[in-house]
T-cell receptor, first 112, second 115 residues
Framework: DAKTTQPNSMESNEEEPVHLPCNHSTISGTDYIHWYRQLPSQGPEYVIHGLTSNVNNRMASLAIAEDRKSSTLILHRATLRDAAVYYCILRGIIQGAQKLVFGQGTRLTINP | DTEVTQTPKHLVMGMTNKKSLKCEQHMGHRAMYWYKQKAKKPPELMFVYSYEKLSINESVPSRFSPECPNSSLLNLHLHALQPEDSALYLC??????????????FGDGTRLSIL
């Protein structure tokens, strides 16, 4: 299983942008890059995913390096509700089903 | 509120007990998943069902027995568990087909404690 590497923790201030990095140097050509986050006492929540091009949705943006060996999740204006553990995941397909292998994740703290 | 419902939310059981965890979704998803999450660790995949058939078993001990009685329900039967099996058990579901690009939807889990 291809692995991802993320910083253990990051800290930011409310209403400022946050850039969460992820390295995935062993990514294969068919692996999608997925980001999930897990708020305290909840299950993981999908944030965004991409393959090669940068992606935007209402929650965040995903910037993918040209060689696909790294990516960055961007929260444009952090709020206190964005405090969570953010997981960068390479999504593979095994026997027709998705396989998500979670990395250790980045614990994001937002200061008021 | 999540669209994947897990019951019970908490479960305490002895090592000789038999219990079951339940997961239900009504989004029409045909893939369902069980994950185990220890404290301050990421979720680890246990089982994957695709179209009600077991497609992935990540070498999980036989004291955990999954069952998918229909496309909306997923059970995890527990028997003779060990204290180290205490964890948060998460269920997820996703659409299949369409290149399987759809995200997984997670429940909030069952917190299991083994005495």
């Amino acid at each position: 299983d291809a692995k991802t590497t993320q910083p253990n923790s990051m800290e930011s201030n409310e209403e400022e942008p946050v850039h969460l990095p992820c390295n995935h140097s062993t990514i294969s050509g068919t692996d999608y890059i997925h980001w999930y986050r897990q708020l305290p006492s909840q299950g993981p929540e999908y944030v965004i995913h991409g393959l090669t091009s940068n992606v935007n949705n209402r929650m965040a943006s995903l910037a993918i390096a040209e060689d696909r060996k790294s990516s960055t999740l961007i929260l444009h204006r952090a709020t206190l509700r964005d405090a969570a553990v953010y997981y960068c995941i390479l999504r593979g397909i095994i026997q027709g089903a998705q396989k998500l292998v979670f990395g250790q994740g980045t614990r994001l703290t937002i200061n008021p | 509120d999540t669209e994947v419902t897990q019951t019970p939310k908490h479960l305490v059981m002895g090592m000789t007990n038999k219990k079951s965890l339940k997961c239900e979704q009504h989004m029409g998803h045909r893939a369902m998943y069980w994950y185990k999450q220890k404290a301050k660790k990421p979720p680890e995949l246990m089982f994957v069902y695709s179209y009600e058939k077991l497609s992935i078993n990540e070498s999980v001990p036989s004291r955990f027995s999954p069952e998918c009685p229909n496309s909306s329900l997923l059970n995890l039967h527990l028997h003779a568990l060990q204290p180290e099996d205490s964890a948060l058990y998460l269920c997820a579901s996703s659409q299949e087909g369409r290149g399987a690009r759809q995200p997984q939807h997670f429940g909030d889990g069952t917190r299991l404690s083994i005495l």
